[in-house]
């Protein structure tokens, strides 16, 4: 028996968490691409259900394929340069909220370091020579035991910017090695955790925990909007055992 991936049970119009005649505004699922990945030819992207979905459709920005959260999409051209110019000129309000090792209180803490790609293209560094700007603001929402839950505001949008400059605050988010963030366990957070015999502990994260939790953009009438994200359900599930056990 053949079983299908659970991925591909997903129904584009499941993910909508606003849409009018020219923009949908979709809650990424974690673990799928934003565009077409090079390698796979066939494998889901959001962009090509967005496309069976309205035929226009192009996104006007991008997640990480491990990123869940706000995602605008463009139903027509004229609203593809409405929103990518917004973009573009950084009128668009992005706010994240990511699990992150230690305990932190940042209070609209800037961080203005300059990020290079790396040869092979999947990672980043801070580069003072030959870096691209990059800036993003900082706030802590809860500090927990050993764990933060942190807002986070990127001005630019950098690849894997959020990652790395929470790493240069040494609060590197929980399921991140590539930054140098640990895993996250239910023993580290419940005392007098014991586990059954040979056996191995699992994360309560299988992936980096970030979420795009809201944007703020306006619509092609000039309406300014505020489009939310629910948390999914593994970041969910990390948040509640933080809340539980903390």
């Known amino acids: 028996i053949r079983h299908t991936p659970v991925i591909m049970r997903i129904k584009f119009k499941d993910l909508i968490v606003f849409e009018n005649d020219d923009i949908i505004v979709i809650n990424k699922p974690p673990h799928i691409a934003s565009l077409d990945e090079r390698q796979a030819d066939n494998s889901l992207s959001i962009l090509r259900m967005a496309k069976e979905y309205s035929s226009d459709a192009q996104l006007a920005h991008r ?27 950084r009128q668009v309000a992005k706010r994240y909220h990511a699990v992150v090792n230690g305990v932190h ?15 092979d293209g999947t990672e980043v ?10 800036e993003t603001i900082f706030n802590t929402i809860h500090a927990y035991r050993k764990h933060t839950i942190v807002e986070c505001m990127p001005i630019t949008g950098r690849m894997h910017q959020i990652r790395i400059h ?14 140098g963030g640990e895993m996250i366990y239910l023993s580290d957070l419940k005392r007098g955790f014991n586990l059954k015999k040979d056996t191995d502990e699992l994360p ?15 619509l092609l009438n000039d309406e300014q909007v505020t489009i939310e994200a629910p948390y999914p359900k593994d970041f969910d599930v990390l948040v509640k055992q933080l809340n539980k056990f903390s």
């Open 63 to 89: 997640l990480d394929k491990e990123t869940s959260g706000i995602l605008a999409i463009a139903k027509n051209p004229a609203a593809y340069r409405h929103l990518s110019m917004q973009f573009e000129h």
């Open 166 to 179: 929470l790493t240069c605050l040494k609060a590197p988010i929980v399921c991140d090695p590539t930054y």
């Open 105 to 119: 209180d940042f209070d609209m803490i800037s961080v203005y370091l300059p990020i290079a790609q790396k040869r």
């Open 204 to 218: 309560l994260m299988k992936r980096v925990a970030l979420h795009a939790r809201s944007l703020t953009f306006r």
């Open 125 to 134: 560094a801070i580069d003072r020579v030959k870096g691209k700007p990059a």
